[in-house]
């Protein structure tokens, strides 16, 4: 075949093109469970931080294992359904009423562990947020973004701000309140609060609306104590 026609040209293309298809597909089908395990570890570590432990990747599998002792779906009414909590993607959870519990044993105690959903200034945002045995004084907190701006809203990953809300209530004589996420130098009255990024201000709102809704789904599994 002439190599300088049109047709050896469009042929030779046509070939690379099946030929590195092929090649791509078979790659990321053969890394996809690798992907999928570090997904899966990055859960773990996240769950993991709300109940302040630290762990590198390679080792969050099995300190997960050793400290989540149990993993449940509740509905609004605090009652176990079927569904696997770790599994769950919580923005679709939540649109069918489904909510993730993990139970944690730390510091010798009891922790209950909730799935936090919502949305920032660029996108999704997620995390978890654990409270001590009596289902209202908060214990530890995580969140994580997808996309919000360096050096301003994506400063809710850091200790520096989840920290705040060890310690904090989210109920104020028995009903819910949540905890209000204010402007730094600002306070309210009738709940516990913390202090929002400086220059965050709309992914602070958004961390304080998916605190708020989020958790509101878990009210009646807070209040029972037959769980």
């Not at 969050?60 to 400290?67: R, S």
């Not at 176990?80 to 010798?108: L, S, T």
Request: net charge negative.
């Amino acid at each position: 075949m002439n190599r300088d026609s049109n047709i050896y040209t469009i042929l030779y293309a046509s070939i690379m093109v099946v030929l590195v298809a092929v090649v791509l597909a078979f790659t990321s089908q053969s890394l996809r469970s690798y992907q999928q395990e570090n997904e899966e570890n990055d859960k773990r570590q996240q769950i993991l931080r709300s109940i302040n432990v630290q762990v590198p990747a390679n080792e969050a599998k099995a300190k997960y294992n050793e400290l989540i002792k149990d993993a449940f779906i509740v509905n609004e009414q605090g009652e176990r359904i079927e569904g696997d909590a770790f599994a769950a993607d919580a923005a679709k959870a939540f649109e069918q009423h489904a909510y993730p519990v993990f139970i944690a044993q730390a510091d010798g105690q009891t922790k209950y562990i909730m799935t936090l959903s919502g949305s920032g200034l660029w996108g999704p945002l997620w995390g978890y947020i654990s409270v001590n045995d009596d289902r209202n004084t908060i214990y530890g907190a995580d969140f994580s973004h997808s996309g919000e701006t360096p050096g301003l809203g994506a400063e809710i990953v850091l200790p520096s701000f989840s920290g705040q809300f060890a310690g904090k209530h989210l109920f104020v004589n028995g009903e819910f309140k949540s905890v209000e996420i204010v402007k730094p130098g600002k306070s309210v009255a009738g709940q516990d609060y913390v202090d929002g990024i400086s220059g965050g201000t709309i992914t602070s709102q958004g961390v304080n609306r998916m605190i708020f809704d989020s958790l509101s789904g878990y009210v009646h599994f807070l209040t029972s104590q037959n769980q």
